[in-house]
């Protein structure tokens, strides 16, 4: 399994940006998908979460109203749109197959390390 996240970089607060991630492989009962972030002295946390369906999600409370999670399964790739960006939302942000029992929490505890992508940055300037 491989999973390659594109997107991220450098913007100004209230600006928007667009990560998508590419899924190659069979993820099984990892079919679902998150957008995950760490900041710099901070946890890891999810961010958006979508079931395999699409019809699911899942975002933190920071993000509400902001972030927009969406699937297309016939590409196999997993997006978030991201608008209004804050400073706090400076990270390094990351995609991963997430398994039913996580999607609703978004929780990546139970993500084995081989299904993650790698970990692209946001800077959000104000």
């Known amino acids: 399994v491989q999973l390659q996240a594109f997107g991220g970089g450098l913007v100004q607060a209230g600006g928007s940006l667009k990560f998508s991630c590419a899924v190659s492989?069979?993820?099984?009962?990892?079919?679902?998908r998150g957008w995950f972030r760490q900041a710099p002295g901070k946890e890891r946390e999810g961010v958006a979460c979508i079931n395999t369906s699409g019809t699911g999600t899942y975002y933190a409370d920071s993000v509400k109203g902001r972030f927009t999670i969406s699937r297309d399964n016939a590409r196999n790739s997993v997006y978030l749109q991201m608008n209004n960006l804050k400073p706090d939302d400076t990270a390094i942000y990351y995609c991963?197959?997430?398994?039913?029992?996580?999607?609703?929490?978004?929780?990546?505890?139970?993500?084995?390390?081989?299904?993650w992508g790698q970990g692209t940055q946001v800077t959000v300037s104000s």
């Open positions: 991963a197959a997430v398994p039913d029992l996580s999607v609703y929490r978004c929780d990546g505890q139970q993500i084995p390390s081989n299904y």
């Open positions: 492989g069979r993820t099984l009962d990892y079919s679902n």
